[in-house]
C-alpha cells in the first residue's frame, strides 16, 4: 500500500513538474531579492527600458532592446498585464522565453 502512495505522489509529482519548479523559482528569487542578493524582479507593468533590456540580456536569439519596446508600446496603447504570463501576448516572447524570466517578472 505504501509503495503505491509513493507512486501516485511521484506521478502527480512528474506531471506538475514545469508549475512546481517555475514556483519554486519565483519563491527563490522573490527572496532573494528582499534580502538584496538575488537578481532584479521587474515590475511589468511599470518597467524602465534599462530594466527590461537587463532582463533580457543572455538570452540567446534574444534582442533585448526590440523587445523592451515591444513591451513598452503594448502599455503605451493602453494594454496592461493582468497575469504574469500575459507577457507571452508580446511577439517573441513564446513559452521558452517565458520559461527563463518567469521568476524575475511581476505584477
Known amino acids: 500500500m505504501l509503495v503505491y502512495a509513493i507512486g ?14 517555475s514556483y519554486l523559482g519565483r519563491t527563490v528569487s522573490y ?8 537578481p532584479p ?3 511589468i ?5 534599462e530594466d527590461l533590456e537587463k532582463l533580457f540580456e543572455g538570452l ?3 534582442n533585448p532592446a526590440k523587445l523592451a519596446r515591444r513591451i513598452i508600446a ?8 493582468e497575469r504574469v504570463e500575459d507577457i507571452k501576448k508580446i511577439t ?11 521568476y524575475r517578472i511581476k505584477i
Do not use: C
Open 74 to 81: 503594448y502599455l503605451e496603447q493602453g494594454g496592461a498585464f
Open 60 to 62: 540567446r536569439g534574444i
Open 31 to 38: 527572496w532573494l531579492h528582499w534580502m538584496g542578493v538575488g
Open 92 to 102: 517573441g516572447i513564446g513559452e521558452k522565453t517565458f520559461k527563463n524570466i518567469n
Open 8 to 21: 501516485k505522489l511521484l506521478v502527480w509529482v512528474w506531471r506538475r513538474r514545469d508549475s512546481i519548479v
Open 45 to 49: 507593468n511599470h518597467p524602465s527600458k
Open 41 to 43: 524582479v521587474v515590475d
